[in-house]
């Protein structure tokens, strides 16, 4: 199991949980960050500190928010394990999950 970022994050990328992450396994995403499954160590430092509560347990996750476990996997295929963030720069796209959510409007 691993912490999921889910749809709160998208658009806010607050990034007090870089901070907090112990393994650096938080990578940014042009919307939304996401923890890379298999470098988390499920400590949990990442969700006290998110000011949008964005950040839960992969089995606390509310189904309504689900996509989001697949999103935090699947953006990481084809890269596997990069080894830490803080080495690695920004993802080039987000999941389609992300993409599928509305921009705020600039209205």
Do not use: N, W
Not at 22 to 32: L, S
Not at 34 to 58: L, N, S, T
Not at 88 to 103: G, I
């Amino acid at each position: 199991m691993a912490y999921v970022i889910a749809q709160p994050c998208v658009d806010i990328k607050d990034k007090a949980c870089l901070e907090e992450c112990p393994v650096d396994c938080i990578y940014e995403g042009p919307r939304k960050l996401y923890i890379q499954p298999d470098e988390c160590v499920d400590c949990g430092a990442c969700e006290p500190v998110c000011p949008v509560e964005a950040v839960f347990y992969e089995d606390d996750l509310p189904e309504d928010l689900s996509a989001f476990r697949t999103a935090d996997r699947e953006v990481f295929d084809g890269l596997g394990l990069p080894g830490g963030a803080r080495g690695h720069a920004p993802l080039a796209a987000d999941h389609a999950v992300v993409d599928a959510v509305p921009t705020p409007s600039t209205t």
